[in-house]
């Protein structure tokens, strides 16, 4: 008789960091949960999976940590797909909650075009879709209004992206430490919680797409630590309103198809760079389990069984901080069932061949929420619904790599974009060092101790002030 090994203890390295902080674990396609992990870049290491960036200069501005490589796989949508981020601060979800309410703040969420998803994501190209920051009607920043959604944030993709490989950045900006000093240098800087989601588009046209300059940026440096929007004392607005949301202002291409061709509905890519393979029986993040093969005698169960084994361990050692449920099925429901067909001397098999799992976390029952209205949502000049004027001083970007063409059927047109006047965006001249690194990490631990004055002096000067 073999042995075999369970592999549950490699789990523990996976302990997801306990804090009031953030990061994005899944995504929602028109209201599809796409499973956790699955096509999200986010930080293998669970003890620093949720913490956020203070350097500004840093390669971890770009897409979060461990952000510069790929994973295996990429989310399908449609130009025009509502698409639904979810923020926790347990990654594995097992417990609720999205960031601790005293780490208030603007969201955007940034898109770019690449060839393919090996392609470096840093520098221009980038260009931000939605953003929200504080809400005067309201009175509630935009992290508060994911709060209330339980972590869930929803926008819609614009309706002129072209088909092609794109990184959905997500942003999250707390503002709770930031102070200054008469100098001008921060005491405690803005932290920022940043992830890249891989997804392949099916637009109306195959690019490329061209983004007026003013609203194409780069990152790193699409902010700077004296932009105005990150020198706000949230705890003071008075005079201060309204809040300037840091980066570009968005830019929402629409499709320049009219009539019954703006109706046309596109249909979802299924054969796409970075797909999940159709033989994929279950799916954890970015690893798939595929069939076994077939035997006929005791030597080939126990290779086949040694196969299964061997896909077990690299779900286990690939699987980011959102989990490994899919995992622990495959280890007992495929892999110990197949060792145990073999102790049992039935060397005909696999047995249940074929039988698909699927992905576990696919199926969890979330309440998505509706579109989240953004600010300064302005559209490109095809637009005449937009309240921007035409300009045509664009920059052109490459269009991402296509490898099939795809099929489009007659349905309900595309839904009409709500836009608001824009906001002009103003910086101060005061020159700001940005933090190294290690002075981020030390920052870190000394605004954390500011949090807390900060949060009781909120709570005890909360029915003092006056509305502002």
Not at 356 to 379: F, N
Not at 396 to 418: C, L, R, W
């Amino acid at each position: 008789m073999r042995s075999t090994t369970v592999l549950a203890g490699l789990a523990t390295v996976l302990a997801p960091l306990a804090s009031a902080h953030t990061v994005l674990t899944t995504v929602f396609v028109n209201d599809q949960n796409q499973g956790d992990g699955t096509g999200v870049r986010m930080p293998m290491d669970g003890n620093i999976a949720n913490a956020p960036v203070i350097n500004m200069n840093s390669d971890d501005m770009i897409c979060g940590r461990d952000g510069l490589k790929k994973v295996n796989y990429a989310i399908p949508a449609t130009a025009g797909s509502k698409m639904t981020f979810e923020f926790r601060t347990y990654v594995d979800g097992s417990r609720p909650g999205f960031i601790d309410e005293s780490h208030q703040g603007p969201i955007s969420v940034y898109a770019k075009a690449v060839s393919d998803f090996d392609q470096s994501p840093g520098g221009s190209g980038w260009f931000k879709i939605w953003h929200d920051g504080y809400d005067e009607s309201t009175k509630k920043w935009a992290v508060q209004k994911v709060i209330d959604t339980n972590g869930l944030l929803s926008i819609s993709l614009p309706t002129g992206m072209p088909t092609g490989a794109y990184l959905l950045r997500t942003e999250v900006i707390a503002m709770q430490n930031v102070t200054t000093k008469a100098d001008g240098n921060w005491y405690c800087e803005p932290q920022f919680y940043v992830n890249c989601a891989q997804v392949y588009v099916q637009g109306s046209s195959s690019g490329p797409l061209s983004i007026p300059k003013d609203k194409e940026t780069s990152i790193p440096g699409h902010v700077h630590p004296s932009d105005k929007g990150l020198n706000f004392n949230m705890y003071d607005m008075k005079g201060l309103l309204p809040y300037q949301i840091p980066g570009p202002v968005p830019f929402r291409p629409t499709s320049s198809s009219s009539g019954s061709n703006a109706k046309a509905a596109l249909t979802t890519p299924t054969n796409f760079p970075g797909a999940v393979p159709d033989n994929c029986l279950l799916k954890n993040a970015n690893w798939c389990g595929f069939e076994v093969p077939d035997y006929t005698n005791e030597d080939g169960c126990w290779a086949s069984a040694d196969n299964c084994w061997a896909q077990s361990k690299k779900c286990f050692e690939s699987a980011p901080p959102s989990g490994i449920k899919g995992c622990k099925i495959w280890e007992q429901e495929k892999c110990q069932a197949l060792a145990n067909s073999c102790d049992a001397k039935q060397f005909t098999g696999p047995p249940n061949k074929g039988k698909r799992w699927g992905d576990v976390t696919e199926q969890s029952s979330v309440q998505v929420p509706g579109v989240m209205k953004g600010a300064d949502l302005v559209d490109d000049p095809v637009d005449t619904t937009s309240n921007e004027k035409a300009n045509n001083n664009v920059v052109s970007i490459p269009a991402a790599a296509t490898a099939t063409t795809f099929i489009t059927t007659s349905s309900a047109a595309s839904k009409p974009v709500t836009t608001v006047p824009s906001v002009a965006i103003t910086t101060t001249t005061a020159a700001v060092a940005i933090p190294t690194e290690t002075a981020a990490q030390n920052t870190l631990i000394r605004c954390g101790r500011a949090d807390k004055n900060q949060r009781r002096a909120m709570h005890i000067n909360r029915h003092k002030r006056a509305d502002f």
